[in-house]
T-cell receptor
Framework: GQQLNQSPQSMFIQEGEDVSMNCTSS?????WLWYKQDPGEGPVLLIA?????ELTSNGRLTAQFGITRKDSFLNISASIPSDVGIYFC??????????FGTGTSLTVIP | DVKVTQSSRYLVKRTGEKVFLECVQD?????MFWYRQDPGLGLRLIYF???????EKGDIPEGYSVSREKKERFSLILESASTNQTSMYLC???????????FGPGTRLTVL
């Protein structure tokens, strides 16, 4: 199955810093989702994007659906310790199956 | 809020045992999915179901089967567990075909 390229693989940042991560695909997608997963838990949906160019916010989180429809970006502003976790992107083309990135592990240093 | 529950958070089984992983969702969603999650490999789709008694193979169905006798319940079966099936198993639920998936808390299975 297809796998999305997600980068960076891991990030270590100071509390208060902004964070950016992205996902790219070789195929065009119609939907992009961003999830956060805490250790030992299932992924929790953060933001859903359905239209090329769309920019959506959820509190300090902002995600964008790339114009080419082959990429998406997630930004976290003013990071706090509870932002620690693994962030996953997921994309869906014309079929029903979602494909997932390998995750970005975020560590926030107080 | 959508709630997806999985029968066990942690499970330890022996090689050759038959293993049942249960998933229940409470939002009357048509679609349900089983994934496994391994370090460096992300989430890989094992099986999915669009309706009761319906099932379709995902990317890695070998060694697994599924059952969907009721709309709210989707079971993953390991007929004869092997050590390479040690993994985190995640169930997801989805309304319709164009919406986001909601995940359960996961079952961490260890096969000895």
């Amino acid at each position: 199955g297809q796998q999305l390229n997600q980068s960076p693989q891991s990030m270590f940042i100071q509390e208060g810093e902004d964070v950016s991560m992205n996902c790219t695909s070789s195929s065009i997608f119609n939907t992009w989702l961003w999830y956060k997963q805490d250790p030992g838990e299932g992924p929790v949906l953060l933001i859903a994007l359905y239209k090329a160019g769309e920019l959506t916010s959820n509190g300090r989180l902002t995600a964008q659906f790339g114009i080419t429809r082959k990429d998406s970006f997630l930004n976290i502003s003013a990071s706090i310790p509870s932002d620690v976790g693994i962030y996953f992107c997921a994309g869906r083309g014309t079929g029903n199956q979602f494909y997932f990135g390998t995750g970005t592990s975020l560590t926030v240093i107080p | 809020d959508v709630k997806v529950t999985q029968s066990s958070r942690y499970l330890v089984k022996r090689t050759g045992e038959k293993v049942f992983l249960e998933c229940v969702q409470d939002m009357d969603h048509e679609n349900m999915f089983w994934y496994r999650q391994d370090p460096g490999l992300g989430l890989r789709l094992i099986y999915f179901s669009y309706d009761v008694k319906m099932k379709e193979k995902g990317d890695i169905p070998e060694g697994y089967s599924v059952s969907r006798e009721k709309k709210e319940r989707f079971s993953l079966i390991l007929e004869s567990a092997s050590t390479n099936q040690t993994s985190m198993y995640l169930c997801a639920s989805q309304e319709g075909r164009n919406n986001e998936q909601f995940f359960g808390p996961g079952t961490r299975l260890t096969v000895l």
